[in-house]
C-alpha cells in the first residue's frame, strides 16, 4: 500500500502562468513519463493541485458533476526564483506555493512556513496507459483479446480485465503541526483516525456490507474522501477527488524543527506531524487542499466546492416510522392508528421492496395494496406522509414496460463484451440502470411522474437502497469493475459515484413532479461528496446491540464533518431484537440526531413504540415529544448548513477549537452552536461522565435549569428517563410551545423562547422560518428570520 519512492523531477523552466493557474511538467527519470502539473489557488482559500499524464494514450477519468463550480483561480505572480525552487503568491497574501525542482515537492506555506507538504516522501505515483499492442484503436472492443500478465486480475471465481492496464495514482502529503485528523467516512470506526500503521489503510469503497464489523477500515455504503486535521489555531482539509477504489494510510509522528532564533543548544524542537498517503485504482491526481483557518470557514470552503446542505422540508425532521415490511393497507393504516391513540407524534410511514409486484419498482402488489393513493389520501389528511423504496436493479422481465423501456432505450449498464450486463438482486435477474448517463437520469425522474407512477401521489416520497450497486452474485457483492457505462468508461473509475447518481436522479424526478414547486426528500443508503445537496442518508444495516449504539455517534458525527448533514442510524437496530432498556436508549440518541428514523429487518420482532410496556412507551413519547418540541431549533441549524455549510451535528472541537479536552471526544456532540448532547450507550448505568467544555462558560441543564460551570467534566445520577443535554450560556434556543401530532401542527403553535445568560448575562440566537414545504423560500425570499438578542434585561427581536 505505501508505494514505491520515485524521484520526480520538477522542471522548473516549463512553468508557465494562466488564467487556471500555474502549469509545469513533472519528469520521472527512471521511466521518463512526463506529468503536467497544474497548481491553482482559488479565491475560496483553496489550492487545487491536478497532476495527469502529458500526452496519455486517451483521456483519463477525471470525476464531473461533484464540484458545483469551478472556483475563481486567483492571478498568480513569481514571488521567488532560485535553482532549486520557485515561489508563487497571489494577491490575497497570506499564503503562498513554492515548488521544489529535486526531489519534486511542493509546499503551501503561511508566513514563509510550511502548511502541507504534497509529496514529501516522494510517493507520487501515476501509472501510464497503454494500448494494446499493434492495436490502433484503444475501445472496449480490444479489452476482451488482451487478458495476459498485469492486465488480468482473479478475485475468487471472478476475472477483472484492464481495458488499458493497470493505471492506479497516488500521493503523499504532509500536514505540519497536526496531530489529530477526522474524516473519510464511512467506517465503522471512532471519529478520529487511527494511525495504520498497525493494521489496514482505510479504504473507501462503497459495498452492502449487512451487520458490518465495528471498529474496522473497510469501506461501507458511502465514501467521501475528505481528510480533515485540527490543531488548538488552524484547521485544514484535504479533499482527494477521485470516485474508483482509495485507500488511505495515517501516520502520526513528530519531527525535529530548526528554529533559527534560539541559540545553538536549543535550537531543535519536536513538531507533531501527520503524513496521509492516498492510493486510488485509477483516474487522475485532483487534490484539494483547504486552508481554513477555522473550522466554520472550513466547512464553508467544502460546501463551497462540493455543494451545500439541501434544505429539507419540515416533515423530514420529524420521527419516520419503516420496517420490512409493512403487510398490507390495513397494517399501514393500523400502525398509523396506534401512533395516534399512544399520543405519538409521527410524520412518515414506510414501505420496503414488498410493497410492489415482485420487485418491480414502481408497481404496487395489487392484493395487498390494492388502493396505494387512497393509502396516501387518508395519511395526507392527517398530514402524513408515505415513503417507498426505489432500487437501481430492474427485473429482467421482457413483459414488463418499464423494463422494455429501459432497454430499447439504452438505459443499462453493460458488460465488456458490449451486452447488458445482468447480476442477481431482490426480483432474481436484473438489469441495473446505469444512471451516469444524464439520458438515464432524465427517463428515470420521469418514472416519478403522476402520469407514469400509477398509484402515485404528491405526498409519496422515495427511499433508494442497494445503490452501492448491490449485485449478490458480484465481486464482493458488487458490480464487476470491467463493466462499462455510457462514453465507455469502466465502471472502476466511478463505482463510488453510483448511488450518488440514483440519489440526483430521484430527487429531480420528485422536483419535476411538483413542477419545481416542492422540496423532495430522498433517502440514500450509498453516498460520495456532494451527495449532501440531494438529502438524506443512513448508516445501513446495523445491530440491535449496544456496541451499534455506540457506535452510531461517532459514525455520524465523522459523516456531519465531511459535508453528510443530514444523516441518521436506524433506531433500535436493523437485526436482531433490543432489549427495553437499549430500545428506549436508541430513541433517546436518535431524536438527538438530524434524522430520526426506526426501522427493523422483516425476520426481527414488531416494535412499534407501545408494544413493550407502559413504562418504555412513556419514554418513547416522551423522547419523540420533546424531538417536535424542539423542531423549530433543527430547522434553524438545517438553514446553517444550507447557507454556511456548518453541521447541524457537531464534534466538540468545532465550537471549542482551542480546547485539547475536546480533540478526542466522540461520544457527545454539540446540536448547533446551543445544545451539547451526551446521549447513554451502556447498559445499566446510574451515573454518566459528560465533559463541559469552555472554561468560563456558563451551561444549564434543559431538565432542570440547573447552572453549570464549564472547563470540567460532570458526573451526573441518570435514570432511564434521563437524557443528559445542556443549553449553552449566551444563547437562545427556539421552541415549539407544544408538540402536536405531526409537523404540520407545529405551523398553527406559539414558539416559546429559551435564553441562556452567559456570565455577562447576556444572550443571543436566531430562529429561521418558512412555510415548510416549497422553494418560495428561495425564488421569492418568502422566509422569517429572526435574530434574538439579550442585552441589559431586554429581550430584542430583529
Request: include cysteine; proline fraction near 6%.
Amino acid at each position: 500500500m505505501e508505494g514505491p519512492n520515485l524521484q520526480h523531477r520538477a522542471l522548473l523552466d516549463t512553468l508557465v502562468l494562466t488564467e487556471k493557474g500555474a502549469r509545469l511538467k513533472l519528469l520521472e527519470p527512471d521511466t521518463q513519463t512526463t506529468l503536467l502539473l497544474t497548481v491553482s489557488p482559488c479565491k475560496t482559500d483553496t489550492v487545487r493541485i491536478l497532476i495527469d499524464e502529458l500526452q496519455p494514450i486517451k483521456a483519463r477519468y477525471r470525476v464531473p458533476d461533484v464540484r458545483t463550480e469551478e472556483p475563481q483561480v486567483e492571478h498568480l505572480r513569481v514571488e521567488r526564483r532560485s535553482e532549486d525552487s520557485v515561489t508563487l503568491s497571489w494577491s490575497s497574501g497570506r499564503h503562498q506555493v513554492r515548488v521544489w525542482r529535486f526531489p519534486f515537492r511542493l509546499e503551501i506555506l503561511s508566513e514563509d512556513k510550511a502548511m502541507v507538504t504534497f509529496n514529501s516522501k516522494g510517493r507520487l505515483w501515476l501509472e501510464t496507459l497503454q494500448g494494446p499492442p499493434g492495436a490502433t484503436s484503444h475501445g472496449s472492443e480490444l479489452q476482451e483479446d488482451h487478458t495476459g500478465g498485469l492486465w488480468k486480475e482473479t478475485f475468487r471465481q471472478f476475472v477483472d480485465i484492464k481495458a488499458n492496464g493497470p493505471s492506479s495514482i497516488g500521493s503523499d502529503l504532509c500536514l505540519h503541526g497536526f496531530s489529530h485528523v477526522y474524516g473519510l467516512p464511512e467506517h465503522a470506526d471512532g471519529l478520529q483516525l487511527r494511525d495504520t500503521r498497525d493494521g489496514e489503510p482505510y479504504r473507501l469503497y462503497n459495498l452492502d456490507v449487512f451487520a458490518y464489523d465495528l471498529s474496522s477500515r473497510l469501506g461501507l455504503y458511502g465514501s467521501v474522501p475528505l481528510l480533515l486535521a485540527h490543531k488548538p489555531d488552524r484547521t485544514l482539509g484535504v479533499f482527494w477527488l477521485n470516485a474508483s477504489e482509495t485507500f488511505v494510510n495515517v501516520h502520526y509522528s513528530t519531527s525535529d524543527h530548526q528554529d533559527g532564533r534560539t541559540p545553538p543548544v536549543k535550537r531543535r524542537r519536536v513538531e507533531p506531524q501527520t503524513d496521509v498517503h492516498w492510493l486510488s485504482e485509477s483516474g487522475v491526481i485532483d487534490c484539494v487542499v483547504l486552508l481554513g483557518p477555522s473550522p466554520q470557514q472550513l466547512f464553508t470552503q467544502y460546501a463551497q466546492l462540493t455543494g451545500y446542505q439541501a434544505l429539507p422540508p419540515l416533515f423530514a425532521l420529524g420521527y419516520h416510522q419503516c420496517r420490512w415490511n409493512y403487510a398490507d393497507e390495513d397494517d399501514v393504516k393500523a400502525v398509523d392508528a396506534g401512533f395516534d391513540r399512544h399520543d405519538i407524534p409521527y410524520d412518515v410511514i414506510w414501505l420496503d421492496i414488498e410493497h410492489t409486484d415482485g420487485k418491480r419498482y414502481f408497481t404496487w402488489d395489487s392484493a395487498l395494496f390494492p388502493e396505494p393513493a387512497g393509502l396516501q389520501l387518508h395519511l395526507e389528511k392527517k398530514k402524513r406522509k408515505l415513503v417507498v423504496i426505489s432500487d437501481p436493479h430492474i427485473k429482467v422481465d421482457p413483459d414488463w414496460l418499464l423494463y422494455c423501456e429501459a432497454r430499447d432505450g439504452q438505459h443499462f449498464v453493460k458488460n465488456r463484451q458490449g451486452q447488458i450486463y445482468q447480476g442477481s438482486c431482490w426480483p432474481g435477474e436484473s438489469s441495473y440502470l446505469d444512471f451516469t448517463s444524464s439520458d438515464t437520469r432524465a427517463w428515470y425522474s420521469r418514472c416519478f411522474g403522476l402520469d407514469k407512477y400509477k398509484g402515485s401521489t404528491p405526498s409519496l416520497f422515495v427511499w433508494n437502497d442497494m445503490n452501492e450497486p448491490s449485485v449478490f452474485d458480484g465481486p464482493e457483492q458488487t458490480m464487476p469493475k470491467d463493466a462499462v457505462h455510457y462514453g465507455g468508461w469502466e465502471h472502476r473509475e466511478l463505482h463510488n459515484l453510483y448511488g450518488f447518481y440514483q440519489h440526483m436522479a430521484t430527487v429531480e424526478g420528485l422536483i419535476t413532479r411538483s413542477g419545481g414547486v416542492e422540496r423532495p426528500f430522498v433517502l440514500s443508503r450509498s453516498f460520495f461528496a456532494g451527495s449532501q445537496r440531494f438529502g438524506a442518508i443512513w448508516t445501513g444495516d446495523n445491530v440491535a446491540s449496544w456496541e451499534y449504539l455506540r457506535i452510531s455517534i461517532p459514525m455520524l458525527l465523522s459523516l456531519s464533518v465531511a459535508g453528510i448533514a443530514f444523516c441518521g442510524a436506524d433506531v433500535g437496530g436493523f437485526v436482531q431484537d433490543p432489549e427495553p432498556e437499549l430500545l428506549v436508549r436508541w430513541y433517546q440518541a436518535g431524536a438527538l440526531q438530524p434524522f430520526f428514523r426506526g426501522h427493523s429487518a422483516k425476520e426481527t420482532k414488531r416494535r412499534e413504540p407501545w408494544l413493550f410496556g407502559e413504562d418504555v412507551t412513556a419514554a418513547i413519547r416522551t423522547v419523540i415529544q420533546q424531538r417536535y418540541c424542539l423542531l423549530p431549533y433543527w430547522y434553524t441549524v438545517f438553514h446553517q448548513a444550507h447557507t454556511s455549510g456548518l453541521p447541524p451535528l457537531r464534534p466538540l472541537w468545532v465550537e471549542f477549537p482551542r480546547e485539547q479536552s475536546t480533540l478526542t471526544v466522540d461520544n457527545q456532540y454539540m446540536i448547533g452552536g446551543a445544545l451539547l448532547a451526551c446521549p447513554v450507550t451502556e447498559a445499566g448505568v446510574q451515573e454518566v461522565k459528560v465533559l463541559i467544555p469552555g472554561s468560563g462558560e456558563v451551561w444549564y441543564d434543559v431538565h432542570s435549569a440547573k447552572a453549570y460551570n464549564g472547563g470540567r467534566t460532570l458526573s451526573l445520577p441518570v435514570t432511564l428517563d434521563t437524557v443528559p443535554v445542556f443549553q449553552r450560556g449566551g444563547s437562545v434556543v427556539c421552541r415549539s410551545a407544544e408538540c402536536g401530532s405531526c409537523t404540520a401542527d407545529l405551523q398553527q403553535l406559539p414558539l416559546s423562547i429559551t435564553v441562556a445568560l452567559d456570565s455577562q448575562e447576556a444572550a443571543d440566537g436566531e430562529c429561521y422560518l418558512d412555510d415548510g414545504h416549497s422553494f418560495r423560500y428561495r425564488d421569492n425570499k418568502a422566509f422569517c428570520l429572526r435574530r434574538f438578542t439579550l442585552l441589559s434585561g431586554r429581550l430584542l427581536c430583529r
